[in-house]
């Protein structure tokens, strides 16, 4: 299927391009152009209703490459992206292959069931080499995630892997048992793999921005990919039977900050921080 006009790249067949979907709305807040009209009319009026909405994705976006490198500097040189979306700046291949070290045999695997972000993914990656790759899978469902082909040709599950759920799990409804789906994960993992999460959250938010990002979130209940938010407290939970990762359960921009990092113009940091919760835990 193809749209006249679009610059995002052919649909496949059984995309459905009546309802936008929280990858290509996520791009589309990064300035990435693998979205639809469906999605940008979304991401437009979600960025008049809730304006720091953008800014929260650059930082959330940034906080995946702090995450990385702290791994990398730990040893940790896999990475299993979970919910990874629509490829866009900074992916994880990407600030791997910048950072990790010569002598080292970086592997990375994306996961997502978006049937776009995975075919953009596709023709990303061949420029890549073969140490990384891509499965369409739901992340809901670790053992064929793991059982797939692409994860156990890429990733030595007897070894450290870095798993990244980022800012994802907000749409992973309560029904779906979050903290059951992250002990099969973790039961899976190597000890001294990480978990790192990130989470948007109103916990800590002035009224007003706590109204608007609630009012954001019941709006995702008409997209492909209904929304969630959660306090600390749940939050916190999901890391029970690992060992916190420095500096622990934080807001985003409070997790090993980078003072070089690009500043947002006319913002703040302070303005986005209430709105996320990140934590990376450590497999005993």
């Known amino acids: 299927m193809s749209v006249q006009g679009e610059q995002a790249p052919q649909a496949p067949r059984d995309v459905d391009l009546t309802k936008p979907s929280s990858a290509r709305i996520y ?16 991401g437009a009026a979600a960025d008049e209703q809730f304006p720091l909405i953008k800014p929260l994705a650059m930082s959330n976006r940034q906080w995946l490459g702090r995450v990385v490198r702290a791994a990398l500097e730990a040893g940790i040189t896999q990475f299993l992206d979970l919910g990874s979306g629509v490829p866009s700046v900074g992916n994880v291949h990407e600030t791997v292959a910048l950072h990790a070290p010569e002598d080292s045999d970086p592997r990375v695997v994306y996961v997502d069931y978006e049937h776009v972000a995975v075919a953009h993914s ?25 059982n797939s082909t692409v994860v156990n040709e890429l990733l030595d ?46 916990d800590d938010a002035p009224e007003d921005g706590a109204a608007q990002i ?16 959660r306090p600390r407290a749940e939050f916190e939970s999901w890391f ?21 990092e690009a500043v947002f113009p006319d913002l703040e940091k302070d303005e986005v921080r209430p709105f996320y919760w990140a934590g990376v835990g450590q497999v005993r």
């Open 240 to 260: 029970e039977g690992m060992d916190p990762v420095e500096p622990g359960i934080v807001h985003l921009t409070d997790w090993r900050p980078d003072e070089e």
């Open 27 to 42: 791009d589309w807040y990064l300035g990435g152009t693998t979205n639809y009209a469906v999605d940008r009319h979304f």
């Open 157 to 202: 599950l007897s070894k450290p892997v870095c798993v990244l759920m980022v800012s994802v799990l907000h749409f992973v409804g309560g029904g779906d048992n979050v903290p059951g789906v992250l002990n099969r994960y973790r039961q899976r993992l190597a000890p001294g793999s990480w978990i790192a999460i990130s989470h948007i959250t109103t």
């Open 122 to 146: 596709e023709l990303l990656l061949k420029e890549h080499g073969d140490w990384a790759g891509v499965l369409r899978a739901d992340l809901r469902e670790p053992e064929t995630v793991f």
């Open 214 to 229: 609630s009012a954001l979130a019941e709006s995702y209940r008409k997209t492909q990919n209904p929304a969630w938010l």
